[in-house]
């Protein structure tokens, strides 16, 4: 068992560390812990956050040597967990709570999160945000083995929910069979989610669309097109949107 509770905070120049770091240190008044072995825990000058984190397991990655990150807290449990957030990225009050192994999380450069929490509780994930993409408040959910894809300078507005997974099975009473199985989420470039829509397991949604207020999306939607209800529909064609 690892618990490093000692050393100094700064990643100052990061290709020698990372030769040698296999666990980060946190300061020693922090109530955050690395426990388990080969777990490498690499942050930046900006990070603020020493309590509250836990990383139990081994062979966890968090890598996040240029982004900003404010308040942002990593509950990472299982093993082979890898969480890489990008140059020029900047997450606030942004929680990572992943309980399973082999899942993955790139946060791309330049993706702006102001309130976000992504809880991942089984194995096999795969989660990434490209470029630009900014999230105002947002709970990202993923299921077993699912890929959630969310595309260049994408803009999610508050209240935003997005499930690949349901949380709890659903059962077929006469074959005992799960119904309701997680399944991938795409969301391609420049799209606009608007506040408090939801986007459930299974659906793509094309470039430069918007889903609308308080939207349920259960089915894909194409490319260019605003779509919004529950369940969401197609309301106008031919659209796209700016900031
Ligand atoms: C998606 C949105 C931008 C579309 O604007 P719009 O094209 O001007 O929409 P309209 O009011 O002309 O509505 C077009 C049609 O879609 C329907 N519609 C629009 N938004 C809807 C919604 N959230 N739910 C259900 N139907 C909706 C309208 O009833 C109308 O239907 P009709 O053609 O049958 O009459 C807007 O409805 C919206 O959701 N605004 C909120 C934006 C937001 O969340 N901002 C927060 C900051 S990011």
Not at 193 to 216: D, E
């Amino acid at each position: 068992m690892i618990e490093n509770k000692k050393a100094r905070v700064n990643v100052v120049d990061l290709k020698a560390r990372l030769a040698k770091i296999k666990a980060m240190r946190f300061p020693s008044n922090s109530s955050s812990k690395i426990y388990g072995e080969d777990n490498t825990f690499i942050f930046s000058k900006s990070y603020n956050c020493f309590e509250k984190n836990i990383i139990r397991g081994t062979n966890h990655f968090i890598f996040f040597p240029e982004a900003d990150a404010g308040n942002v807290v990593f509950e990472v449990y299982g093993d082979n967990n890898k969480i890489i957030i990008q140059k020029g990225a900047k997450l606030l009050n942004t929680r990572f709570v992943i309980k399973g192994s082999d899942n993955f999380i790139e946060i791309k450069e330049n993706c702006r999160f102001t309130s976000c929490y992504i809880v991942n509780y089984s194995r096999g994930n795969k989660i990434i945000i490209d470029n630009g993409t900014t999230i105002e408040e947002a709970a990202l959910a993923l299921g077993e083995n699912n890929f959630l894809s969310i595309g260049k300078d994408c803009m999610l507005s508050a209240a935003i929910d997005i499930r690949c997974g349901d949380g709890h099975k659903m059962l077929d009473l006469s074959t005992g069979e799960q119904i309701n199985k997680s399944k991938d989420i795409i969301i391609k470039d420049h799209v606009w989610i608007c506040r408090a829509a939801r986007i459930l397991k299974g659906v793509t949604i094309g470039k430069n669309s918007v889903i609308g207020v308080g939207s349920i999306c259960t089915k894909s939607i194409p490319e260019n097109c605003m779509a919004a209800g529950i369940p969401a529909t197609v309301k106008r064609e031919n659209v796209t949107w700016q900031r």
